[in-house]
């Protein structure tokens, strides 16, 4: 969960990350239909990570606006460490302006961890589901 607002949080503080500029939620979305379906996430592996393979499959992400609030929501089997901060954070850089949309599939190509963007803190991250089948 990310507000997007100048006002520094209150009621929120510690449970989303505020960013003060303005993001396009749009293009974050479109950047982000790039990491659907089964890749090597290395770009968005921390270094510290103990699996196996870099491979994952990714079901299904969304970036959605509702008001000052930025809602990036993730699916998959499995996450790698750091994997969705990684991503939420390479993904903030398109919605400032700083990347381009296309750029997110270039990084991801690139499978290097130093062509990741930020990471974003821990605040606003949330396990929602867990479903056994």
Known sequence: IIIN???????DEGQAWRISSRLD?????A???TLVGTHDFTTFRDTDC?????VKTLNAISVSRYG??????CRSRSFLHRQVRSIVGSLVDVGRGKQPV????DILAAAE???CGPISPPDGLYLEK????
């Open 5 to 11: 607002r100048r006002a520094h949080l209150t009621l």
């Open 25 to 29: 939620a749009d293009k974050m979305h």
């Open 31 to 33: 950047a982000a239909q």
């Open 50 to 54: 103990q699996a196996k393979s870099p």
């Open 68 to 73: 000052d609030r930025v809602e990036v929501t």
């Open 102 to 105: 296309g750029w997110i599939a």
């Open 113 to 115: 961890r130093t062509a």
């Open 130 to 133: 867990v479903d056994y089948e």
